[in-house]
């Protein structure tokens, strides 16, 4: 099928019939000459398993090359077929290409099943056809077939089936793919390819065609600053798998995700123009990294005995929800208040959750410097992680409680790491276009909240996650039309650039000490948002435990009286802050201790006569 000089790998390779030994030396040539780094990572495995793995190579190798070296399109589509049919002989039996019949060894040997292989070759086919991608949803959609089989094909060869290792190698494997892509933009455009996602580019109003003519300036700084931070908090996320593999293979994982964050760390330091120059990490940084994994594998080696017998360092669950209240009761939030009206198991669940957010929270808002604040942010993930998979000592004195409560409410992780992503954003993302795009982040930032809350509430019917969601919605606009003049005095505007058009309002009048009709209006209309999402989410009373009612109707009824306050003044949110006195405080948690709670009087009434039509997503987070 292949012609002859029509690809350079195929250089050795050894005629159709050949003995498996003739063909794995072919693969072992291949990954130990090629122009991959593959020896440099091989000797820190197994020895068992470095045939095994150039087998592996060498079916990826080839899978790409035929997509990406071949010129003509329909061309390398053929070839890809051609290697599709390949794979599918190999799984009957009859391997004829070299590379199978070197990799049937490893198929058999250890239990592979075909996806993995069939996925990257999805990929490879998309790249024929697909040059640029709509969405961030649809750019990491890609990744999910162009790098995650990788991984989850080496955990294979280790032994490894398990969801939970397949999901912290696909965060890492996802990442890894990113920051290839961000280093190689220039290289990507060379052959009319953008894997930069449209919407996140439009969001710091970057346009296809800036990129395509290179156009290098404050904007793609900031959305590269974006996209790094993203990418580090999926390194962040797979983190983990390291710790939970065998040591020799953790070396070799440590070195794959140091090795792409030091990609990123290279971005940064050339000033992130990857439209003109590629960054690469030097031999000396790469033996650098070699050395901080292997130092890593021995200390935790020989701590490992101290660890066990350390254990005391971690405080006890009981020690750290007391943490968690402390906390919490510093704060003076109006959630607090909502604890005391739920039996003690969920007060500490919810002074848990409130307790991880505000520090989460914190780091985000302290300091100017945008990296430590990233790396902060990305600490968190993996510390979180941590703390779900060991047993070992916690890198802060809430995380056992929060782990806790996690376990206890049946809580997905991925709320947490959503609202993590939910900060990250607010290091890099100043405006958003549509509201589409702030409904996102309100869901990261406020849904989330509503989310983990519900399931400590308690719930049987799944439509309360949904309306639990909806209510964090509408709890984050009250908030963001309360602060607009503050935010935007922080550089942000959380309104929706296509409301300011509507209504003929620029940024520029957000930071006035007064609002003008237009400016009104447009918060008329955002009100009338929330409002909905309000009304909506008030379903949410009759669907959790009745013994948590009271606390979600003090919520609700503040936060819907905080909105029809702003509404009865017109919205005059330019002057002082519009915030209800302690004595209104003080009479919501009354009502909600000792009166009846429905879901009737759960909102707040309105003024009728400021009700306007409207459409239908802090400071900056509802927690």
């Not at 793995?53 to 070296?69: H, I, K, M, Q, S």
């Not at 053929?78 to 794979?87: I, Y």
């Not at 942010?377 to 409560?405: C, F, H, I, Q, Y």
Request: charged content about 25%.
């Amino acid at each position: 099928m292949l012609r002859p000089g029509e690809l350079q790998l195929a250089e050795k390779l050894p005629p159709v019939g050949a003995t498996a030994a003739e063909a794995q030396q072919y693969t072992r040539w291949l990954a130990t000459h090629h122009y991959e780094n593959f020896n440099v990572a091989s000797w820190l495995l197994p020895k068992e398993l470095h045939q095994h793995f150039y087998n592996l190579y060498a079916y990826c190798r080839w899978a790409d090359d035929l997509g990406d070296e071949v010129p003509d399109t329909a061309r390398a589509l053929e070839l890809l077929n051609w290697w599709e049919q390949e794979l599918d002989a190999c799984y009957r039996g009859t391997p004829s290409h070299p590379v199978f019949v070197a990799l049937h060894e490893t198929i058999v040997a250890k239990d592979i099943p075909k996806q993995p292989f069939a996925d990257l070759l999805r990929a490879f086919r998309q790249d024929q056809t697909v040059r640029r991608y709509s969405t961030w949803e649809e750019m990491v959609g890609y990744c999910v077939y162009s790098a995650n089989p990788v991984g989850r094909l080496v955990l294979y060869l280790c032994g490894y089936r398990d969801a939970q290792r397949q999901r912290l190698s696909d965060a890492t494997c996802t990442a890894l793919q990113l920051a290839n892509f961000w280093q190689d933009v220039s290289r990507d455009l060379e052959k009319g390819r953008i894997y930069i996602p449209l919407d996140i580019a439009a969001a710091h109003a970057v346009s296809e065609s800036d990129i395509v003519e290179k156009r290098f300036d404050e904007r793609y700084v900031e959305l590269m600053k974006d996209l790094l931070a993203r990418t580090r908090g999926l390194f962040a996320l797979g983190m983990p798998l390291a710790k939970m593999v065998d040591g020799r293979l953790s070396v070799d994982l440590e070195m794959f995700s140091r090795g792409g964050m030091a990609v990123l760390d290279a971005i940064e330091a050339m000033g992130h123009d990857t439209l003109h120059t590629r960054p690469s990490v030097g031999k000396g940084k790469q033996a650098r990294l070699l050395g901080r994994a292997l130092l890593t594998q021995l200390v935790a080696k020989n701590s490992k005995t101290e660890v066990n017998t350390q254990s005391s360092g971690t405080l006890s669950a009981a020690e750290s929800y007391e943490e968690c209240h402390r906390v919490a009761r510093a704060s003076h939030s109006n959630f607090y208040y909502a604890f005391y009206l739920l039996p003690r198991a969920k007060r500490d669940g919810l002074a848990a959750l409130y307790s991880f957010m505000r520090l989460v929270d914190d780091v985000a808002d302290e300091g100017d410097d945008l990296v430590v604040k990233q790396r902060g942010l990305a600490k968190w993930r993996a510390a979180l992680d941590e703390a779900l998979t060991s047993n070992g000592p916690m890198a802060s004195p809430v995380l056992p409680a929060l782990v806790d409560t996690m376990r206890r409410y049946n809580m997905p992780a991925r709320y947490l790491h959503d609202l993590i992503s939910g900060a990250e954003m607010d290091l890099t993302i100043q405006t958003y276009p549509t509201f589409e795009r702030l409904r996102e982040y309100c869901y990261r930032v406020a849904g989330t909240v509503g989310l983990t809350c519900t399931h400590v509430f308690g719930f049987k019917d799944a439509r309360a996650l949904e309306l639990a969601e909806k209510l964090g919605l509408a709890f984050q606009l009250t908030n963001i039309i309360r602060d607009v003049r503050e935010d935007h005095k922080l550089g942000r505007v959380y309104l929706p650039d296509e409301d300011l058009t509507r209504f003929g309002v620029s940024a520029a009048d957000l930071g006035k000490n007064t609002a003008t009709l237009g400016v009104r209006e447009l918060l008329r209309f955002e009100a009338e948002r929330a409002w909905q999402l309000y009304e909506e989410g008030a379903k949410l009373m009759s669907l959790i435990d009745a013994d948590s009612r009271g606390a979600l109707w003090l919520l609700v009824h503040t936060y819907s009286a905080l909105l029809a306050r702003i509404e009865s003044l017109d919205f005059a949110v330019f002057g002082e802050r519009v915030r209800l006195s302690k004595a209104e405080k003080m009479l919501f948690i009354a009502k909600a201790r000792f009166g009846r709670v429905t879901e009737e009087n759960i909102l707040e009434k309105r003024d009728g006569d400021r009700r306007r039509a409207g459409g239908t997503g802090s400071r900056r987070r509802a927690s």
